[in-house]
T-cell receptor, first 111, second 115 residues
């Protein structure tokens, strides 16, 4: 059974600081997704990581994938308040587009 | 107009009632999914359908059923609702993975409360 674990579950940080969210998963997969969810809203796709060593960047967010370590990271650079949201990673375990989600990391960026 | 729509957006019902949640998409995707979201547990897959004639159980299908009426429509039913089915329900769509991004696109969600 595939298990996906994120940490931390909750992160409160000051504007301008850097931090990293971790996503560990238990079985082999080479396809990993990051989503953002604002309170009361749907999920918005942020990154799709399709191979070992993949790195994607969008603004202050950068995601990477290490399939050998079964680890993905979402790095936040110089956080701003607008990044406050819950972030989910999801793993496609069979290349069949069936996703298993982590529990989410709730990020709060304080002025 | 939104690519993936869900109705109703909010519903309060009583234990034992039959409830249907509907999902429609204009993205032309073959694959559709139903998830539920509970606080702290992320999203869990209830059912998925890879085409109109292909429906499969997900991780937590007990107490739920689905119907794929057309490529664009996928409904989730709770035959006899119970309080622990109170949750936020999401529909999602995707194309078959044939290279490329293949991410799932989510509807706005339905907040269901069972009293």
């Amino acid at each position: 059974e595939l298990k996906v674990e994120q940490n931390p579950l909750f992160l409160s940080m000051q504007e301008g600081k850097n931090y990293t969210i971790y996503c560990n998963y238990s079985t082999t997969s080479d396809r990993l997704y990051w989503y953002r969810q604002d309170p009361g809203k749907s999920l918005e796709s942020l990154f799709v990581l399709l191979s070992n060593g993949a790195v994607k960047q969008e603004g202050r967010l950068m995601a990477s994938l290490d399939t050998k370590a079964r680890l993905s990271t979402l790095h936040i650079t110089a956080a701003v308040h607008d990044l406050s949201a819950t972030y989910f990673c999801a793993v496609d375990k069979s290349a069949g587009n069936m996703l298993t989600f982590g529990g989410g990391t709730r990020l709060m960026v304080k002025p | 107009d939104a690519d993936v729509t869900q109705t109703p957006r909010n519903r309060i019902t009583k234990t034992g009632k039959r409830i249907m949640l509907e999902c429609s998409q204009t993205k032309g995707h073959d694959r559709m999914y139903w998830y539920r979201q509970d606080p702290g547990l992320g999203l869990r897959l209830i059912y998925y359908s890879f085409d109109v004639k292909d429906i499969n159980k997900g991780e937590i299908s007990d107490g739920y059923s689905v119907s794929r009426q057309a490529q664009a429509k996928f409904s989730l039913s709770l035959e006899s609702a119970i309080p622990n089915q109170t949750a936020l329900y999401f529909c999602a769509t995707s194309d078959p993975p044939a290279g490329g991004r293949n991410e799932q696109f989510f509807g706005p969600g339905t907040r269901l409360t069972v009293l």
